[in-house]
């Protein structure tokens, strides 16, 4: 556990001082007062506005720094050789994956905790009763949650291919795991059983992030309680993760530096 | 400070150990793939300073990563202490490793990253510490400590990467090319570091392309060429040149230089000539050398087996396995062909005859 830690640490160590970061954190901040700015647009429920806006941003930015901070950090890592110095320490290839993924983890939790802060002020000064529901909190773990399951794609992909795809699957991987929903529906219909087959692949194998999205709760003030989160959604990050983790450690223990 | 003579233990040992390169593509189609180390047999023993030498391409780093479980061996076996070191990495807490041209993380400082080493080493925090500001004030790099490693010169990056194969106080260290950019003071203390190390008792793994470093430093010696091993021994084993002796005198007249000239290799010791050296055949010609040296009165300096430089002896070996096997040259695409030709012309058909 030590050395998962201590890889970790210098994920983090490494990854929150490096610049792109800091232009990532900036352009969520940035995101989140435009939607302020923008805000009057919907007259009388501009604190809709922020919601929708807001939290859209907070998921891009999510999935940016789980394909930046996913996608590269391994392949750097083997290009620059530092992995050797990190397996030749008593270190196993399964520890190694895990401190990266923890590593990078904690960073988007703190890029996601400093742009939460903004979004939840921001919303606390457009809803008119200045009031801030449990369900918003809630929407922002959320998010944070299929971020980590993003992530988790990405340092899968990245053990097996180049950075460029591993950029482009998990960019796929969230577009159709965001409307699960419609690939389903195409999966029964239609008359190509090659298609229905496809589809339905799809929906079985890439993660549903439709549970994850809860700006549509908040934007009809459907009370969302802690019950939702720890099932469909805690339950199913902690699985897809695992899942996905012990994929990675499979191809990645047999690879070669 | 003396040095402890190396024990008989076996430390490293490979049986047979090949390594072969294929694509995932040559791997499906069963291509042969490239083979980088053929049939590798070694031992390394307690206490002494290893090296293994060889062109670029010979198999050094193979053979390295091989022992650090970082590749898999396609037969054969590798053992570090006794234990598979890809199967067990509780092995590696006893080795040091410091590659060649170290790469760390940039954003770290020196010490974040000497402290993030000795976590994975599973070493008490309080005891990193002190181990850390022990180590920066051996390499001299305490002042540097505190800037990040990206900013850090070549030789700089060296010593730190040295101290972080020191940090565990490993029994075995493994040093890819540890005077590579390094001025000629860094060298010289990491020549001192070597046999401090080795008079600790400590095994030192060497690989380098100064074969005069080697010459200093190194018990026993492995020379590799394409994934074989082409010589493999101690260094008298190595340089002793059997059945040849070296006479040397001065003081002497043309007449005897010209008589010694005639018994074997003769050639000048200094500039000025005054005192010559002969290579002759042990025992009557040796007679013959010390009988002229006396007869016309001159100083007999000494008389020693015949010793050659790891150099020659590396030089030698190379050009006899390119001369052999000349037509791997032109499979790896190395443009020697030619020149191997020249140098292992192609039998003369039947029938015909050189001029």
């Known amino acids: 556990m030590q050395a998962v830690l201590a890889i970790a640490k210098a994920t983090y160590r490494e990854s929150i001082r490096q610049r792109v970061l800091l232009v990532v954190l900036l352009l ?55 992995v050797f110095t990190v397996l030749t320490k008593p270190v196993s290839r399964a520890q190694y994956l895990w401190g990266k993924l923890l590593g990078a983890a904690l960073t988007i939790l703190v890029v996601d905790v400093l742009m939460g802060v903004a979004f ?11 009031n801030v529901p449990l369900a918003l909190y809630l929407a922002l773990v959320a998010v944070f949650l299929q971020t980590l399951i993003l992530l988790a794609t990405a340092v899968f992909l990245s053990t097996i291919s180049s950075s460029a795809f591993t950029v482009i699957a998990t960019g796929f991987v969230y577009i159709v795991g965001s409307v699960n929903k419609y690939v389903t529906q195409l999966s029964q219909r239609g008359d190509s059983v090659l298609l229905k087959t496809v589809f339905g692949v799809l929906a079985k194998v890439i993660p549903n992030f439709q549970n994850f999205d809860l700006r549509q709760a908040l934007l009809t003030s459907t009370p969302v309680d802690l019950g939702h989160l720890a099932g469909p959604v805690l339950g199913y990050t902690v699985v897809y993760v695992a899942m996905l983790m012990a994929l990675a450690w499979l191809l990645f223990n047999e690879r070669e530096f | 400070m003396a040095e402890a003579p190396p024990s008989r233990e076996v430390v490293i040992r490979t049986t047979d150990l090949c390594k072969t390169y294929r694509t995932g593509l040559e791997q499906m189609v069963g291509a042969a793939g490239v083979a980088a180390l053929s049939s590798l047999n070694m031992e390394v023993l307690r206490g002494e300073v290893f090296s ?47 590659p060649d041209g170290p790469y760390f993380y940039g954003h770290l400082n020196g010490y974040e990253l000497l402290e993030f080493y000795g976590g994975l080493l599973g070493m008490e925090p309080a005891h990193t510490k002190r181990r850390v500001a022990e180590l920066l004030e051996r390499l ?14 070549k030789g700089m990056l060296q010593r730190v990467g040295l101290a972080h194969a020191l940090l565990n106080d490993p029994e075995i260290i493994f040093m890819d090319e540890p005077t590579s950019g390094l001025d000629p003071v860094g060298t010289r203390d990491m020549h001192t570091l070597v046999r401090q190390m080795k008079a600790e008792g400590k095994t030192v793994f060497l690989c380098s392309h100064f074969l005069t470093e080697i010459e200093d430093l190194c018990d026993r010696v492995i020379l590799l060429d394409r994934g074989r091993t082409l010589r493999y021994g101690t260094l008298d084993e190595l340089l002793a040149e059997p059945g040849m002796m070296r006479v040397t005198g001065s003081a002497l007249p043309a007449a005897a230089r010209e008589q010694l000239a005639r018994l074997g290799r003769l050639s000048a010791a200094d500039d000025a000539g005054e005192t010559v050296e002969v290579i002759v055949a042990d025992g009557a010609d040796v007679h013959a050398a010390l009988e002229c040296i006396r007869s016309h009165n001159g100083h007999l300096d000494g008389v020693a087996p015949m010793r050659r430089t790891l150099e020659e002896v590396f030089m030698e070996a190379v050009e006899r396995q390119q001369a052999d096997r000349p037509w791997e040259d032109a499979e790896r695409g190395l443009g020697s062909k030619i020149a191997a030709e020249a140098v292992h012309p192609e039998p003369v058909a039947a029938g015909e005859q050189e001029v």
């Open chain 2, 52 to 98: 293994m030498i060889g062109p670029n391409g010979s198999g050094k780093t193979t053979t390295l990563k091989l022992l650090m479980g970082l590749i898999f061996p396609s037969s054969g076996q590798v053992e570090v202490f006794g234990e598979n070191p890809r199967t067990n990495t509780e092995v590696k807490r006893r080795i040091g490793f410091m």
């Open chain 1, 120 to 130: 939840v002020a921001a919303y606390y000064w457009k809803q008119p009763q200045h």
């Open chain 2, 140 to 153: 001299e790099m305490t002042t540097r400590a505190r800037q990040r490693v990206r900013t850090y010169s």
């Open chain 1, 28 to 82: 969520g901040l940035l995101l989140i007062g435009v939607s302020v700015a923008f805000s009057y647009l919907s007259t009388g429920e501009e604190f809709r506005f922020v919601v929708d806006f807001g939290l859209t941003g907070f998921i891009l930015i999510g999935l940016g720094l789980a394909v930046i901070l996913g996608g590269f950090m391994i392949p750097t890592e083997i290009d620059r050789r530092i």
